[in-house]
């Protein structure tokens, strides 16, 4: 299983960037996917998640201008930023809950990081 994210960027104060995460190998079933963010020197946070029933949670300090949403068919979540802060800056990192089997466990998966960057 691997998940692959792109979209990320430099954006201005204000801005709007859409972060993208697929998710790839064989597998039975996606429980969750979600994203976190890592800024320097902080620790890693989490940002929001959809799981299978497409019931979504936030950070707090993203509600209202983040939306995450999915594509079950091509095995992608999104993540819609709006309205993006300089405190948004860090780097966005996929995660997922997939179940290989059927009826085995769910494990948690982890993509690569896309860099956000947002200038004052």
């Known amino acids: 299983v691997q998940l692959q994210a792109s979209g990320g960027g430099l954006v201005q104060a204000g801005g709007s960037l859409r972060l993208s995460c697929v998710a790839s190998g064989r597998f039975a079933s996606i429980a969750a996917m979600g994203w976190y963010r890592q800024a320097p020197g902080k620790e890693r946070e989490f940002v929001a998640i959809i799981n299978s029933g497409g019931v979504t949670n936030y950070l707090d300090s993203v509600k209202g201008r983040f939306t995450i949403s999915k594509d079950d068919a091509k095995r992608m979540v999104d993540l819609q930023m709006n309205s993006l802060k300089p405190e948004d800056t860090a780097v966005y990192l996929c995660?997922?809950?997939?179940?290989?089997?059927?009826?085995?466990?769910?494990?948690?998966?982890w993509g690569q990081g896309t860099q956000v960057t947002v200038s004052s």
């Open positions: 995660y997922g809950v997939i179940r290989r089997n059927l009826g085995r466990p769910s494990y948690e998966y």
